[in-house]
């Protein structure tokens, strides 16, 4: 299959992220969201992402220009009767992104393949929801989307050889390294990086130290380019506890139960950058 259309569901920080690298690479995209504010607030994210990259010579700005004039956005979902892939970024909730499968099954292509960003929830499940569940994958690229190196591709029980080979192709193609997980909670990477991060929140918690001392450890201690803490407020708080939720509801494994904190944060809409607050504040520009 000859994917020359992306659609994208979800113009959030992933979805904005997913478009550039998915038009500076050559493919059209059609970026969707619910609301028309959301839309234009990526696409000033995404002129601003890649005039930073004209600036230190990493592309010209005619790249920059074609790669603007290849993304189209809308709030009305049956402008993807073109995609040849579907990309759904939504908020991490999986009734919502059953809810967004199914609406759009009607409007596009019989041969589109779809595919989602989901950090941790079943493929197998959400695949199911489909009419396609073959043409199905968990495509997970890494937020910056631009910056980092990673996609993880998850194949559902369902899913066939092929469709993991084209969508292996298609992440090559944006210059991404694939590593493959099997279907399980949170898939490699959130299965590990998550618990680290709901664990510096529990030494927040009890006090252990405070915010600076717990990111100070962790950024010169291990080298990690972010503290813990500082990083769940750049993933956003909201989906930092809907990863621990699906990660303690799929093991059943008490280690896995989200620090009250981060449930007290979330309940209070401090979700980090996206909200102005989190661990840290973050004054509106
Ligand atoms: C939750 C999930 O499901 C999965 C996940 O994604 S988990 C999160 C994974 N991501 C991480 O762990 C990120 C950890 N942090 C980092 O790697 C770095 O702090 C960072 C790349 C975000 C910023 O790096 P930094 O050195 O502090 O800042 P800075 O020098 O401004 O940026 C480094 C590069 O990233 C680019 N960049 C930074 N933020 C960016 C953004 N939001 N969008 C696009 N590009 C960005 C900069 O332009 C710069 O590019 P060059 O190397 O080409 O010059
Ligand atoms: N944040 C991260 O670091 C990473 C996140 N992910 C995953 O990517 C997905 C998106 O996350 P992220 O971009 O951070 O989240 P954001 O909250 O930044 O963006 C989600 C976007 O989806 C929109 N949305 C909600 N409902 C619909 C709908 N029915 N149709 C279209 N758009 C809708 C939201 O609109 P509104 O704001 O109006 O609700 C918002 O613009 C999640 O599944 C997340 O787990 C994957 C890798 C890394």
Known sequence: MNIKEVGIIGSGQMGN???HVCALSGYKVVLIDIAQDALDKAMGVINKNLSR???K??????????SLDRISISTDSSTLNN???IIEAATENFDLKVKIFQ???????????????????????????????????GL??????????????????ATSDEMLTITKEFAQSLGKTVATSKDYPAFIANRILMPMINEAICALYEGVGDVESIDTAMKLGMGHPMGPL??????????????MNVLHEGFGNPKYSPSPLLVKYVEAGWYGVKSGKGFYEYPKK
């Open 83 to 85: 995609a040849d892939l």
């Open 53 to 55: 990259q004209v600036q």
């Open 17 to 19: 992220g997913i478009a």
């Open 230 to 243: 500082a990083l769940a407020d750049f993933i956003g708080l909201d989906t930092c506890l809907a990863i």
């Open 57 to 66: 010579g990493k592309i010209t700005q005619e790249d920059m220009d074609s």
């Open 103 to 137: 609406g759009l099954l009607e409007h596009i292509k019989d041969e589109c393949l779809l595919s989602t960003n989901t950090s941790s929830m079943s493929i197998t499940k959400l695949a199911a929801a489909t009419n396609r569940p073959e043409r199905f994958i």
């Open 140 to 157: 997970h690229f890494m937020n910056p989307v631009p910056v980092m190196k990673l996609v993880e591709l998850i194949p559902g029980i």
